[in-house]
């Protein structure tokens, strides 16, 4: 297993570092490797636009009516 040495780190990231491990229920070590894993993670472009649009409802979305019958393409 690796180990590194944060060297530097202002102490009020320290102090912000604990309290989120404190509110999520993690020792400061278990939180900053969370947050390293995290941050290192490829990006996943589907799933980002998925969780950005989950807190706005769709339900109420006004949909026209149908008229006509359906189409078909005529690719001849």
Known sequence: MTSIIVRG????VKK???????RNGRSMEAEAR???EEGTR???????LYEA???HAV???PL??????ARYADFS
Do not use: C, K, M, Y
């Not at 780190?9 to 009020?12: A, I, K, T």
């Not at 912000?16 to 404190?22: C, D, H, P, T």
């Open 16 to 22: 912000r570092l604990v309290q989120q491990a404190e």
């Open 59 to 61: 339900d109420d979305f």
């Open 9 to 12: 780190l202002d102490e009020s």
């Open 64 to 69: 026209p009516p149908r008229e006509g019958e």
């Open 53 to 55: 649009t989950r807190e």
């Open 34 to 36: 969370r947050l390293i």
């Open 42 to 48: 490829p990006h996943n472009i589907a799933l980002a």
